[in-house]
């Protein structure tokens, strides 16, 4: 499921460069 993929790597990219996410932080805020 690309939902699954979606939630993984948003995690990810959270952890690893919380700084460095403006499109991600985007899903993260809701």
């Known amino acids: ?3 699954f993929v979606f939630f ?3 995690l ?3 952890t ?3 700084s460095s996410t403006p ?3 985007l899903p993260v805020s809701s």
Request: aromatic share 14%; hydrophobic share 35%; charged share 20%.
């Open 8 to 10: 993984n790597t948003l």
């Open 12 to 14: 990810l990219h959270k």
């Open 16 to 18: 690893n460069s919380r």
């Open 1 to 3: 499921m690309p939902s």
């Open 23 to 25: 499109f991600f932080k």
